[in-house]
């Protein structure tokens, strides 16, 4: 995919459609405030920013440029980061952050085997995901049949506006926190197809609602498209969404209904016990 791909800003993924569970009271002078700046300095390497003076780091982070070089040096130190003395950049070990989660959390080891059937059943990579704040955050990939398979490996994010779970995971807000999304997010356009529109995107969310999915045509890249559906744990309570990513030509919109629309919610229905 060529959309940009960008770490979010930090936000507690209880703003997402994802409801978290209710967490007790946290004594505020319990709190090392120290981890959440060196956290959000992570976070603040990305595409745009993947080498970062110790100035730049600062204003990104609302850090002085004294503290901010103090962190990044510790990442350094730690083996999270190398230097010149003048930029900053991550390293690879980073990435076993992310990974402590994938192979700690129940949620993806559950649904993977599902999602390999799926993907068996339809040929195509199957993607679960989640809302991070503005952004569809992907956390486990099937493989594909397809020696070049398309989608979102695990770890990549997307614009919510521009693929199929977003309007699914959003399906589930409230209007007036649906509203206030709206607002506030950036509607980039990324192919002659996609919808800058918030009205227009609202709408979507309308629809992804009543019909119990959404389909997207080339939001992202030309000759792509996406399907999605909900993903329910066994109160009924919404944790993420289900999808298949794939070439336009292979399938037209009326085989894409009628071929992996119905595999992709009789998948989310059956892991639907087991959550």
């Not at 850090?63 to 510790?74: E, H, I, N």
């Not at 700690?104 to 993607?127: D, F, I, K, W, Y």
């Not at 119990?212 to 792509?224: K, N, T």
């Amino acid at each position: 995919m060529s959309v940009p791909l960008h770490p979010g800003s930090p936000v507690s993924l209880s703003a997402g459609a994802v409801a978290a569970p209710e967490r007790p009271a946290i004594d505020r002078s319990l709190l090392i405030e120290g981890l959440g700046k060196g956290l959000r300095l992570i976070q603040c390497f990305n595409a745009d920013h993947p080498r970062l003076t110790a100035t730049e780091a600062g204003r990104l982070t609302g850090m002085t440029r004294t503290a901010a070089r103090r962190y990044l040096l510790s990442l350094v130190h730690y083996g999270y980061a190398d230097t010149d003395g003048k930029h900053y950049w991550l390293l690879p070990t980073v990435l076993g952050l992310g990974q402590s989660y994938l192979e700690a959390a129940r949620l993806p080891r559950l649904v993977q085997p599902a999602l390999q059937r799926l993907s068996a059943q339809t040929g195509e990579a199957a993607n679960l995901s989640v809302l991070d704040g503005h952004q569809v955050l992907y956390l486990v990939r099937s493989n594909s049949a397809r020696l070049l398979a398309v989608g979102f490996q695990p770890g990549a994010r997307a614009p919510a506006h521009v693929v199929s779970p977003g309007p699914v995971l959003l399906a589930a807000w409230s209007e007036p926190a649906l509203e206030a999304w709206l607002a506030e997010h950036d509607f980039g356009r990324y192919t002659p197809a996609t919808v800058t529109d918030p009205a227009q995107f609202r709408d979507a969310v309308s629809r992804a609602r009543d019909e119990g999915h959404a389909r997207i045509e080339q939001h992202a890249e030309l000759g792509l498209a996406g399907l999605a559906v909900p993903l329910h744990d066994h109160r009924g309570h919404p944790v993420g969404a289900l999808s298949i990513t794939y070439p336009t030509p292979t399938w037209p919109e009326d085989s894409a209904l009628l071929r992996l629309l119905p595999p992709l919610r009789e998948t989310a229905l059956a892991l639907r016990s087991v959550l």
